[in-house]
């Protein structure tokens, strides 16, 4: 029987109707990935979290409506914990670290990092996939001695 495979669900929450364009073009070319919704306003992700129950926020830090640390606060309270992707502005470790400080699970450059983005949703999918089939993860060695 084929393994089924649950896609990662994605909500894109920025502003900017061309970056949300562009990245869920970007995220439609990846394989298992599936873009569930977008927001304009911090009101409509809290509306489509509770509608969508994504697996990942992708979040502009400059989205209009609330402020980011209240934003990121709601999401970790979520029953199901969605990861948060935030994308800041430009580079400054700084700023990155406190976006991680108020609950990001990851801090990317809104311009330069959608190499990283893809990478990460990956990483994040090839997790969930060993999550939703406990039995289908690979056998390393260490994992076949504990079994014998």
């Known amino acids: 029987m084929a393994e089924s495979k649950t896609p990662l669900r994605v909500l894109i929450a920025d502003a900017g109707q061309s970056s949300v364009e562009g ?4 995220l439609a070319e990846r394989e298992g990935v599936e873009v ?3 927001a304009d306003k911090a009101l409509r992700v809290l509306s489509l ?3 969508l129950h994504p697996d990942v926020v992708i979040l ?3 989205l209009p409506g609330d402020t980011f640390n209240h934003l990121s606060q709601l999401l970790k309270h979520q029953d199901w914990s969605p990861k948060l992707i935030v994308l800041v502005p430009y580079s400054s470790k700084i700023l990155s670290s406190r976006c991680r400080r108020a609950g990001a ?5 809104k311009s330069e990092d959608f190499d990283l983005i893809s990478a990460t949703l990956q990483e994040l999918l090839d997790t969930k996939q060993i999550a939703d089939n406990p039995g289908s993860g690979s056998k390393t060695p260490r994992n076949l001695e504990e079994i014998q």
């Open 60 to 62: 502009d830090l400059g």
């Open 105 to 109: 699970d990851y801090v990317f450059t």
């Open 49 to 51: 979290l509770e509608k």
């Open 23 to 26: 990245l869920a073009s970007l």
């Open 36 to 38: 569930v919704g977008h």
